[in-house]
């Protein structure tokens, strides 16, 4: 085994695929349509040169020398054998979980301390909600990124949809919250009663792709870049 690529990434390629498909982290990553593998690469410097060679890779560039790669298994053996590279790692299923959460997270003794002392509320703060998407309706929505569709969205844009929607002209909202786990993050965060209730906000909704119902790590790092 090469000491550059992830154990599980390792076993994960090696497991037969009626097993694999049954265990959601290793079977994260790999797309059925085109047996590729998405996968999160740590590099020293510049990649122009692999770039150049694996021509038939998919490279996003992310922060820290960070990269999100698509490549055949065959590909990624090759590339952990290469200078630049420092690790290779597949991304991970993550699943999505509610929460009692205002009491939890200490927001309503945040908010009393607040009144009480004259706190700070977010004003001039860009708070980014990365997660299960945002039933929009709040004006402080600077931008939104539905992931499920690639479609970015503006405040101006957003206002406008609104706008339609209230009219009838529109049926359905962008980037919806079907798990209602990232409006209620949004709420906490920044809502009229959360943490930051002034903050300006930015939404990322996280993408399923390739037909799998988990999220992973790489959509979140996308998000994060963003």
């Known amino acids: 085994m090469n000491p550059r690529i992830e154990n599980l990434l390792q076993i994960s390629a090696d497991t037969s695929e009626d097993i694999r ?24 410097g510049s990649l122009d040169r692999i770039r150049s060679i694996y021509t038939n890779a998919e490279f996003t560039q992310l922060l820290c020398g960070y990269w999100i790669v698509r490549t055949t298994i065959d590909s990624i053996e ?20 509610l929460y009692a959460a ?8 945040a908010k009393a301390e607040e ?16 997660d299960s998407g945002i039933d929009i309706g709040n ?26 929607y209230r009219n009838g002209a529109v049926k359905t909202l962008p980037a919806r919250d079907v798990t209602g786990h990232g409006n209620e993050v949004a709420v906490i965060a920044c809502g009229r009663s959360g943490v930051a209730s ?12 390739g037909g799998n119902a988990y999220i992973r790590t790489t959509q979140i790092m996308k998000g994060v870049d963003y």
């Open 102 to 109: 205002k009491s939890e997270a200490c927001v309503n003794v």
């Open 21 to 44: 498909q049954q265990v959601p982290d290793m079977d994260a990553g790999f797309d059925d349509s085109d047996r590729t593998w998405e996968i999160i690469v740590k590099t020293a």
């Open 115 to 130: 009144t009480q002392y004259g706190g700070v509320t977010g004003k001039g703060v860009l708070v980014a909600v990365i």
């Open 78 to 97: 090759a590339l952990a054998t290469e200078p630049e590279i420092i690790f290779i790692e597949k991304p991970k299923a993550l699943y999505f979980e």
């Open 198 to 209: 002034d903050a300006d906000i930015i939404i990322v909704k996280l993408g399923n792709s």
């Open 139 to 164: 004006k402080r929505i600077k931008t939104l990124w539905d992931q499920t569709t690639g479609i970015t969205y503006s405040d101006n844009e957003i206002n406008s949809i609104l706008e339609d």
